[in-house]
T-cell receptor, first 114, second 112 residues
Framework: AAGVIQSPRHLIKEKRETATLKCYPIPRHDTVYWYQQGPGQDPQFLISFYEKMQSDKGSIPDRFSAQQFSDYHSELNMSSLELGDSALYFC?????????????FGEGSRLTVL | GQSLEQPSEVTAVEGAIVQINCTYQTSGFYGLSWYQQHDGGAPTFLSYNALDGLEETGRFSSFLSRSDSYGYLLLQELQMKDSASYFCASRTSGAGSYQLTFGKGTKLSVIP
């Protein structure tokens, strides 16, 4: 079965650089979520999209932005990177805004900021 | 805001039963999910309770009491591969949409 695809899997950037993460949700899933997980931490909700429209915002810094495209893939853009942005970034998708409580997570993109 | 409390660590013996509790304080609560995450891996869905009561899925069961704002995950016949972090997560509504908020996670260590 198709899963959520994230790219790149690993990314190393310098402070103040920019980074873009991509997410391809499971086909026919209408909702995409972005989460940030620091070492030993719980996943923190950043932002979500329902049918290509932003549906909710969590603790996403102003330096970050995201969008969902017509083919349903989503991109998380991060600018002016800081050391504290080093984390695992997960994209997840669901059908019907997660009405079953089940989100399908990708394998994550590990961002390291030096 | 949303708040979910669960123990930070639990240790149990292979073959035994372990219960991981979760208490929550949330507004717009719709249900409680449980996720498993191995080190460096993705969270994977285990169970969801929208209504009070017990949901059973193989060796895993989950319980919810909405009146007590409490739930638990029960793992039976523990195996070494069950060593992982377990997160409860509340599905809540806000601004016309839904989001999943995670607890801090419980690190389960299964020992021989």
């Amino acid at each position: 079965a198709a899963g959520v695809i994230q790219s790149p899997r690993h990314l190393i950037k310098e402070k103040r650089e920019t980074a873009t993460l991509k997410c391809y949700p499971i086909p026919r899933h209408d909702t995409v979520y972005w989460y940030q997980q620091g070492p030993g931490q719980d996943p923190q909700f950043l932002i979500s999209f329902y049918e290509k429209m932003q549906s909710d915002k969590g603790s996403i810094p102003d330096r970050f932005s995201a969008q969902q495209f017509s083919d349903y893939h989503s991109e998380l853009n991060m600018s002016s990177l800081e050391l504290g942005d080093s984390a695992l970034y997960f994209c997840a998708s669901s059908h019907g805004q997660g009405i079953t409580g089940e989100l399908f997570f990708g394998e994550g993109s590990r961002l390291t900021v030096l | 805001g949303q708040s979910l409390e669960q123990p930070s660590e639990v240790t149990a013996v292979e073959g035994a039963i372990v219960q991981i509790n979760c208490t929550y304080q949330t507004s717009g609560f719709y249900g409680l999910s449980w996720y498993q995450q191995h080190d460096g891996g993705a969270p994977t869905f285990l169970s969801y309770n929208a209504l009070d009561g017990l949901e059973e899925t193989g060796r895993f069961s989950s319980f919810l009491s909405r009146s007590d704002s409490y739930g638990y995950l029960l793992l039976q016949e523990l195996q070494m591969k069950d060593s992982a972090s377990y997160f409860c997560a509340s599905r809540t509504s806000g601004a016309g949409s839904y989001q999943l908020t995670f607890g801090k996670g419980t690190k389960l260590s299964v020992i021989p």
